[in-house]
């Protein structure tokens, strides 16, 4: 059956925003696709997307981007500032709260069909090793660590609080990490198996990740349009790797030399101190922060069973998407062949 409605879609050239669009295009949908104006990667969003230049925070260009005439609208907002420093910053918080906020008014005024929000497992509160993670049932902003996690929590709230006093109809979906090909953006993920394939680690940090598959993300994102129930939440995510299983995937996807030797704990925070203080004084991103630290040794252990069940959310192989993440480098030249 074919899908009369338009899709808006918001970060349309990042990352996630573009695979979301690939596979709508793909799927025969028409979308709409909001675009910050001078965003090199519009040249990378694929043929078919009628593109909109506009900006979260100014409503005049959100007004443009929902100006849609009888026609039936659901709207995917994954656009937001990822933010990896833990001082607050006013320009996250116009752009994640507030923009989302005038992402809600004007689904509510132009009675989009579906809002499905793309939040962030940074919102919900870690616990014990051991122990998986489920969808919040409230946030606790004292217990989120990093700012962007913050904001991400009270935009999360205010989807929703307009479900429940408003009747908005959405849904709110949870990503773990992003990984995968097509990250013309630049994520933590390419940039280190790049350094990697390079020669630039000779030494591993300790810890481990919760990274998804770019195309996995995008089909349980656009499957929580239809199946995802009004006030719900799903967490996508996948299982728990490793740093130095990570090595040894991207080491034998690309044939590179097998870094061994991972720091022990005491020597790593003293690289954390240095690097940070070097940051500072020279005004470069430091090589490690405290906040990235903490995101490799927490617990990085999430629940999807409930996206599985209700979604059909799957993920690959992560073997099979660093694989592929390092095919698509060395397309890109990014890495030597």
């Known amino acids: 059956m074919e899908d009369s409605r338009i899709y808006l879609l918001t970060g349309a050239a990042g990352f996630l925003g573009n695979n979301i669009a690939?596979?709508?295009?793909?799927?025969?949908?028409?979308?709409?696709?909001?675009?910050?104006?001078?965003?090199?990667?519009?040249?990378?969003?694929?043929?078919?997307?009628?593109?909109?230049?506009?900006?979260?925070?100014?409503?005049?260009?959100?007004?443009?981007?929902?100006?849609?005439?009888?026609?039936?609208?659901?709207?995917?907002?994954?656009?937001?500032?990822?933010?990896?420093?833990?001082?607050?910053?006013?320009?996250?918080?116009?752009?994640?709260?507030?923009?989302?906020?005038?992402?809600?008014?004007?689904?509510?005024?132009?009675?989009?069909?579906?809002?499905?929000?793309?939040?962030?497992?940074?919102?919900?509160?870690?616990l014990p090793h051991g122990e998986f993670m489920r969808e919040?049932?409230?946030?606790?902003?004292?217990?989120?660590?990093?700012?962007?996690?913050?904001?991400?929590?009270?935009?999360?709230?205010?989807?929703f609080d307009a479900v429940k006093e408003k009747g908005?109809?959405?849904?709110?979906?949870?990503?773990?990490?992003?990984?995968?090909?097509?990250?013309?953006?630049?994520g933590p993920v390419s940039t280190f198996i790049e350094q990697y394939c390079n020669g630039g680690n000779k030494v591993g940090f300790p810890g481990s990740f919760n990274s998804v598959d770019?195309?996995?993300?995008?089909?349980g994102t656009i499957a929580a349009v239809d199946k995802g129930r009004i006030g719900e939440g799903y967490i996508l995510g996948n299982d728990v790797v490793w740093m130095k299983d990570m090595?040894?995937?991207?080491?034998?996807?690309?044939?590179v030399k097998m870094t061994k030797i991972i720091l022990p704990m005491p020597l790593t925070r003293i690289i954390v101190k240095v690097s940070e203080t070097i940051g500072r004084l020279t005004n470069k991103a430091p090589l490690i922060t405290e906040l990235m630290l903490y995101n490799l040794v927490r617990?990085?252990?999430?629940?999807?069973?409930?996206?599985?069940?209700?979604?059909g959310y799957q993920t690959r192989p992560f073997a099979d998407t660093i694989y592929d993440e390092v095919e698509w480098l060395k397309e890109e030249h990014r890495v030597s062949a």
């Open 22 to 126: 690939r596979q709508l295009v793909e799927k025969g949908c028409r979308v709409r696709g909001l675009v910050l104006k001078g965003d090199k990667a519009v040249k990378h969003i694929p043929e078919g997307v009628e593109i909109v230049y506009g900006d979260l925070t100014d409503k005049t260009s959100l007004e443009n981007f929902f100006d849609v005439e009888k026609e039936q609208l659901v709207c995917i907002h994954c656009a937001s500032i990822v933010y990896l420093k833990e001082e607050p910053s006013e320009l996250v918080y116009r752009v994640n709260v507030e923009g989302t906020q005038n992402i809600i008014d004007f689904c509510l005024e132009k009675n989009v069909e579906k809002l499905v929000y793309v939040s962030s497992t940074g919102t919900v509160a870690e």
């Open 136 to 159: 919040p049932e409230k946030f606790d902003l004292d217990k989120i660590v990093g700012y962007y996690g913050k904001t991400k929590a009270m935009a999360t709230q205010l989807v």
């Open 168 to 186: 908005l109809k959405a849904c709110v979906v949870y990503p773990t990490g992003i990984c995968g090909p097509n990250d013309y953006a630049g």
């Open 214 to 219: 770019v195309r996995d993300l995008a089909a």
């Open 247 to 255: 090595f040894a995937y991207i080491s034998h996807a690309s044939g």
């Open 299 to 311: 617990n990085n252990a999430y629940d999807s069973s409930k996206a599985k069940k209700e979604l």
